[in-house]
């Protein structure tokens, strides 16, 4: 545990917006009141820091040696000088400087706004809150640098919003908690999220590195628009839509998901994790039962415990970017693949196919549907109940044979860099 001294208590004052809730609720209302809010300071001789780890590699599709800060590994916030903010009935509260915020208290109608320079690293600490709202986010970030959303140690916060979501000007603020900003999600409690939309949408960088979540929504339950990296925590969805979803529609050349760490549990009506980019798993538990359980134009797998079960495919590596070449690629981990009766795949890849390593174990009436290269290069294989030692092939809806020959492999120096040109 690393340990900081803390500095002498204080008083701080810090002016907080707080405005009627409604349709135009953040919009510069003329209703708006602003208030003084006193910081109440804890008072402690010790701060120890509850950090967890990232088991990253570098020499994967992405190169994540340095995808996590120290910072985003911290469960805790050093509360000497932080905030205490009780929210209330139809109140926003809008945090304008770069700070520890502790959030508390019952409230419907609230919206709590971060609006800071360029620069602001904001910690908001979630610790027995509970804001339900019928058509806006309970927590919107409109600028900072980075926003920490922290569950305190033992608390229990719920976020939701009921009916139609409302835009702020041209933004379609379509989730219970919206960032325009990198937003990390970690902590020592556990964070509710309920939603008529969206879950969690950042539409730049997303990080969960640990923290409870328990998401139930109606379209993707985690969503950015550059990347989602996952290093720790306990996540569950319920979801309509997708679980994890990555994709920026003015740029193909973003939208990867990493996963390192964590227990994750998915029921998705269309896609478990859908990657634009890269789908890169290296460790962590997974439980997905969806249409499709894991997608993206490279799908790499390098350890992990995943266990999927799909109506469409399980497994499904397509052209979603033109960075980079369509690749389907196994070298390590346990993974299972149950199938729905129909036309479906375990493992499709609508460009190579490549099993180098691990144990994979399929049930299904077609296990592999690939139109580049296929190749099996090593790990153990189980289809149906027996060992294999080749890969077929169910391209074009009948059985091909194996190595059948293609585009060559992933693409080498793309934007997320470290991988290999081929395995």
Request: glycine letters at 14%; aromatic letters at 4%.
């Amino acid at each position: 545990m690393k340990k900081k001294g803390l500095p002498i208590a204080a008083a701080v004052l810090l002016t907080l917006s707080l405005a009627a809730c409604g349709a135009a609720n953040t919009n510069n209302n003329s209703d708006t009141q602003v208030e003084t809010v006193e910081a109440v300071v804890t008072s402690s001789s010790e701060y120890s820091e509850s950090r967890t780890t990232a088991n990253v590699t570098s020499g994967g599709a992405i190169d994540a040696t340095d995808l996590f800060t120290e910072r985003d590994m911290v469960q805790n916030a050093d509360l000497s000088g932080a905030t205490q903010i009780t929210v209330e009935d139809n109140k926003d509260i809008t945090i304008t400087e770069a700070g520890v915020y502790v959030i508390s208290g019952s409230s419907a109608e609230t919206t709590i706004i971060v609006e800071a320079d360029d620069e602001a690293k904001v910690q908001l600490v979630l610790d027995g809150v509970t804001i339900t709202n019928t058509d806006f986010p309970c927590i919107y970030v409109k600028n900072a640098d980075k926003v920490f959303v922290t569950t305190a140690e033992g608390s229990t916060n719920s976020l939701s919003v009921t009916g139609t979501f409302t835009t702020d000007g041209t933004t379609n603020t379509d989730a219970v908690i919206f960032s325009k900003d990198d937003l990390v999600l970690n902590g020592l409690g556990t964070l509710k999220v309920a939603s008529s939309d969206n879950g969690i949408s950042c539409k730049d960088d997303l990080k969960v590195t640990g923290g409870t979540i328990q998401i139930e929504c109606v379209d993707a339950a985690l969503e950015a628009n550059d990347s989602i990296a996952v290093a720790d925590g306990v996540i569950s969805i319920d979801s309509d839509g997708d679980g994890l979803h990555a994709e920026n529609d003015d740029d193909d050349s973003v939208g990867y998901i990493y996963i390192c760490g964590g227990k994750i549990t998915i029921n998705a009506g269309d896609d478990g994790v859908h990657a634009t980019t890269i789908c890169q798993i290296d460790d962590g538990e997974l439980t997905i039962n969806a249409a499709e359980a894991l997608e993206g134009t490279w799908v790499q797998i390098n350890g992990g415990s995943i266990d999927l079960t799909a109506t469409d495919d399980g497994i499904n590596a397509s052209h979603k970017s033109a960075a980079y070449t369509v690749c389907l690629e196994i070298n390590g981990g346990e993974v299972s693949v149950d199938m729905g009766q129909g036309d479906t795949d375990a493992l499709d890849s609508n460009g190579n196919l490549y099993i180098n390593g691990g144990t994979l174990t399929i049930n299904a009436q077609s296990a592999f549907d690939y139109d580049g290269i296929g190749e099996y290069n090593g790990g153990t294989i189980y289809v149906n109940g027996s060992q294999i030692d080749s890969l077929s092939n169910q391209m074009m809806g009948g059985p091909m044979g194996f190595g059948q020959e293609g585009n060559g492999g992933p693409m080498g120096g793309g934007p997320m860099g470290g991988g290999p040109g081929r395995p």
